[in-house]
Structure formats: structure tokens, C-alpha cells
């Protein structure tokens, strides 16, 4: 529906009458679950822009033209190496409702430090990067820009300064299911060296069975009608008849409409990886219209197209409430033996936090330079990964 949708004016306006007669119903609160309004802000984009230079690398900010027929400027952060030679490089971008100043630079540092190249962008509509609405998560246009920035490498921008045939796809929570997807039915053969996928949204029935259980079925009734309302504005909106978007908020405590229903503990974490200014001015909502895609979302549908292609590793949590670890465990066994799996007793977020970062950051760098068979400086990456820990937030 987010696409387009051929139902004429006259059934979307009837759905709308339905959907706002439900919601009045179920929600006799307006604003409370239900949002409108999203303006961008630019402040702090300059300081979090700000080049960096290390005695490894240096980090500069481009922007690349974004995928599918929009082509939204998307913005990313360039991680290379100061060496002659071009180098191996790792495409990154983050979770649901994530952005590249939600702590991965954290990962990037030690990769580039470490002697690798690292490109980590925005999606569309998110972060430093252009589009309108705001916060628009849908899998499908995340897609169109991680294949957007894979052509982006392989251009001429890069050319002599990365070495394009040795690409890793590095993906966390649902971007960690994009990686799998891309690889499998948009990308070529040779087209990807290794995958990195931390945490991943895997199946889309089975996430949505548990955010019911998580939030509720009053307040999942809640979203999905918030999404029905969403998506036929936005499509009444392309014939002229203009409706604000509708939003959602991103995450919330059990039993309220909201994405992601977490626990205290779980809240606490998801919050410590955001910096105290944002990039874009971002806020804890995303248009409501995910609520009618993400279910359909399920990359555990293409993992048999690698089998035996490439090396997978997967980073999973046995405390995951949001992507099921039984999803994780039958993927690996799909991709039979190029994929292997390790697992940390701890919840979703706890993965970009001290300890358990620590631990994963450490699999992931010995696990890309076996795969690329490429020299890394691992004394150098070492201390930066202690350097790194000690200013992580510890687990709560």
C-alpha cells in the first residue's frame, strides 16, 4: 500500500471513514497513540559530521544518491584507511528506526583502525538524509538503498581508494535481515564477499506474533489501524487530496501502541546507544504505515540462495524479545556449513553495550579477515576495542 495501490478514491475514502470510526473506538485518545507532525532539525548535524583523523584513518561525510525511483540523497560517514593500497571495505547501516550516530561508529572505528574500509549510511528519510515523510521505515526502500550504496562502492567515486570485489554487509536487528535479503535476490554472484548479521529480524509472522503477545492485541489493533489510515493518506496524497502522515511511536513499555513494546531493562538499554544530540532531530516515532508491511518482511525466505555462496556470521541473543532466536538457528542450518552461529545470554540491546560489544566486535574482526584473507592490524584494533569498551555504557 505504501507503494501505490489501485483501489480507486472512492474505497480508500470509505476505508478512511471505517478505519477512524474503529480507531475512535479503540483509541479514544488522540495524540497518545496516534501522532502527526515531524519537521527535520540540522542542529547538531555539523558537530556529529565532523571529520576525524586518527593515525589509522581518516572519516569524511558523502553523500550518495539513494535507491529505487526517488533517489533521495542519502548521507554516510567514509571510513579509509591510510594506506596505499585499496582496501576491503564493510557496508553498515542500523536496526528499525536506527541511525549510523546510534553507536556505529563504535564498530566502524575499530574496523577502519583494524585497516579496512567502512562505509555507514542512512536510510532515506532518516538521520542526515534527505526524504520526506520523516521516519518512514519499510523494508522494501531500505532494500533500494542498501543496493544503492553497494553501487556507490563499485562507482567511480571509490574507484583506486577501496577494493569493491571484497565487500562485507554488516547488518544489526532488522537491517541485520536486509544484509540477507540483499545478498540473496538483489545482488549478483561475487557481488559479496562475507555477511555479518547481529541480531537479526529474520521472520516477519513470527516478530509480529510476539510484539501481539509484547504490546497487547487492543493496542496492535491500535497500530494496525493507524496504518491503514497512513497508508491510504499517502495514497489519496498522490491524487491531490493532502492528509498529514500519521505516526507511531518507535518504542514503549508492554501494553501501549507502540512498535517495539519493551521491558524497563530493555528501554533502558535501547536508549544508552543514542548520543544526547541526534542526527535529523529524531524522535521516538515512524510512520504508521510499517505496521501494514513488516509483517510480510521475513528474510529467512531467502537465506537457501546462500547456501554455500559466501561465509555468514551470525551474532544471536537467548534473551531476544523482539527477533525470535529459533529463526536465527534455523537459517544457519539452511546456509548449512559457510554460516555459523554465536550466541550471547543477554537481551536484543544489550549487544551494542560494554561487555557484551566487546565480546561480538572481537568475533566480527577475526571473522572479516579470514574471510577477505586480508592483514589486518590487530594490535592496533585491539586497543582500540579497549578503548572503545571503557566508554561504552554497561548493561543494565
Excluded at 554465536?342 to 574482526?365: G, N, P
Aim: net charge positive; hydrophobic share 45%.
Amino acid at each position: 500500500l505504501a507503494r501505490g495501490s489501485g483501489m480507486g478514491m472512492g474505497g480508500w475514502t470509505g476505508l478512511i471513514a471505517l478505519a477512524l470510526v474503529l480507531l475512535a473506538i479503540v483509541c479514544p485518545k488522540p495524540g497518545v497513540d496516534v501522532l502527526t507532525g515531524f519537521e527535520r532539525s540540522t542542529t547538531g548535524n555539523e558537530a556529529a559530521n565532523k571529520p576525524i583523523t586518527t593515525r589509522e584513518y581518516t572519516r569524511s561525510t558523502v553523500v550518495l544518491p539513494g535507491g529505487g525511483s526517488n533517489k533521495t540523497q542519502l548521507e554516510a560517514w567514509l571510513y579509509l584507511p591510510k594506506v596505499e593500497e585499496a582496501t576491503p571495505i564493510v557496508l553498515m547501516a542500523h536496526g528499525l528506526g536506527g541511525q549510523k550516530d546510534f553507536g556505529l561508529h563504535s564498530t566502524a572505528h575499530v574496523f577502519a583502525t583494524a585497516g579496512l574500509a567502512v562505509l555507514v549510511f542512512d536510510y532515506a528519510t532518516w538521520g542526515g538524509s534527505d526524504g520526506e515523510p520523516r521516519h518512514w521505515v519499510s523494508p522494501s526502500r531500505h532494500l533500494d538503498d542498501w543496493e544503492a550504496a553497494v553501487r556507490y562502492i563499485q562507482g567511480p567515486a571509490l574507484a583506486g581508494r577501496v577494493d569493491s570485489s571484497k565487500l562485507v554487509l554488516w547488518g544489526t536487528s532488522y537491517s541485520g535481515g536486509h544484509v540477507l535479503t540483499l545478498a540473496a535476490s538483489r545482488l549478483g554472484p561475487g557481488e559479496v564477499t562475507a555477511i555479518v548479521s547481529q541480531v537479526p529480524h529474520l521472520s516477519g509472522p513470527r516478530a509480529s506474533a510476539v510484539s501481539v503477545r509484547n504490546r497487547g492485541v487492543l493496542s496492535s489493533v491500535k497500530l494496525l489501524l493507524a496504518g491503514v489510515l497512513d497508508a491510504a493518506g499517502a495514497s489519496l496524497s498522490r491524487v491531490g487530496l493532502h492528509l498529514p502522515p500519521l505516526y507511531v511511536r518507535l518504542v514503549g513499555l508492554p501494553g501501549t501502541a507502540t512498535i517495539m513494546a519493551l521491558n524497563a531493562k530493555e528501554l533502558t538499554n535501547y536508549y544508552a546507544k543514542h548520543p544526547k544530540t541526534m542526527l535529523g532531530g529524531w524522535q521516538n516515532k515512524a510512520l504508521a504505515r510499517l505496521a501494514l508491511e513488516a509483517p510480510a518482511n521475513s528474510p529467512l525466505d531467502h537465506v537457501h540462495k546462500l547456501k554455500g555462496k559466501m561465509p555468514v556470521l551470525f551474532l544471536a541473543v537467548t534473551q531476544d524479545s523482539l527477533c525470535p532466536y529459533k529463526a536465527v538457528q534455523e537459517a544457519v542450518e539452511i546456509i548449512g556449513p559457510t554460516a555459523r552461529l554465536v550466541t550471547y545470554d543477554c537481551d536484543h540491546f544489550s549487544m551494542y553495550l560494554s561487555r557484551v560489544w566487546k565480546e561480538a566486535i572481537a568475533e566480527q574482526l577475526a571473522f572479516l579477515c579470514s574471510s577477505l584473507q586480508y592483514i589486518c592490524n590487530m594490535e592496533r584494533a585491539g586497543d582500540a576495542i579497549q578503548e572503545v569498551t571503557a566508554k561504552l555504557p554497561g548493561v543494565a
